[in-house]
């Protein structure tokens, strides 16, 4: 079936510094549709990027992402980090069928620090 | 904006107990969905529905059973509860289409003594 894998399960940063999350699927589907949930302290987990278009970038709120077929990965990118951004970064896969499920990864916990 | 609300947003049960955790949208959509958060596993699917009248099991839906009693209501039941369901439980909703985006509830956490 179709599975997510995010490698880091703690990615620590100094602010300013650039952020890269690892994210890669698997799917028997040609169809992938992404995305990057990101969920703060407190909050509901929101989407903060998607994409289902091969090697095109996508940007929302200073991150960016895209989406590699050929690699099947879709990691998620900001160039410098701030206190803010500091959150559980959630990549999902959409499943091949109308009923809108996902499959997550497990998540990956950021922290800046100052 | 989307609005989806659950109720409550803090539970503590005894071992065997019912709860009924409730979710609310009203965004109409059709589809809602129940996670369980926990550390490691990330956002797991418990059970999720097209419509009023239907409900189907996600990946892990042993120990939970739901209910879709209108378009706008979902509820996770656990009829015999166990402390291996201490967990925080999401619920969302979400329109089929072109992205499928899913807005999520704040959450219930449940503690299960």
């Known amino acids: 079936g179709d599975s997510v894998t995010q490698k880091e399960g703690l990615v620590t940063l100094t602010e300013g510094l650039p952020v890269m999350l690892n994210c890669t699927y698997q799917t028997i589907y040609s169809n992938a549709f992404l995305f990057w949930y990101v969920h703060y302290l407190n909050e509901s987990p929101r989407l903060l990027l998607k994409?289902?278009?091969?090697?095109k970038r996508t940007e929302h709120q200073g991150f960016h992402a895209t989406l590699h077929k050929s690699s099947s990965s879709f990691h998620l990118q900001k160039s410098s980090a701030q206190l803010s951004d500091s959150a559980l970064y959630y990549c999902?896969?959409?499943?091949?069928?109308?009923?809108?499920?996902?499959?997550f990864g497990d998540g990956t916990v950021l922290t800046v620090k100052p | 904006e989307a609005a989806v609300t659950q109720s409550p947003r803090n539970k503590v049960a005894v071992t065997g107990g019912k709860v009924t955790l409730s979710c609310n949208q009203t965004n109409n959509h059709n589809n809602m969905y129940w996670y369980r958060q926990d550390t490691g596993h990330g956002l797991r699917l418990i059970h999720y529905?097209?419509?009023?009248?239907?409900?189907e099991k996600g990946d892990i839906p042993d120990g939970y059973k739901a209910s879709r009693p209108s378009q706008e209501n979902f509820s996770l039941i656990l009829e015999l509860a166990t402390p291996s369901q201490t967990s925080v439980y999401f619920c969302?909703?979400?329109?089929?289409?072109?992205?499928?985006?899913?807005?999520f509830g704040p959450g219930t956490r449940l503690t299960v003594l």
């Open positions: 529905s097209y419509g009023a009248g239907s409900t």
């Open positions: 999902a896969l959409r499943h091949n069928t109308n009923t809108g499920k996902l499959t």
């Open positions: 969302a909703s979400g329109e089929t289409g072109s992205s499928y985006e899913q807005y």
């Open positions: 994409s289902s278009t091969d090697n």
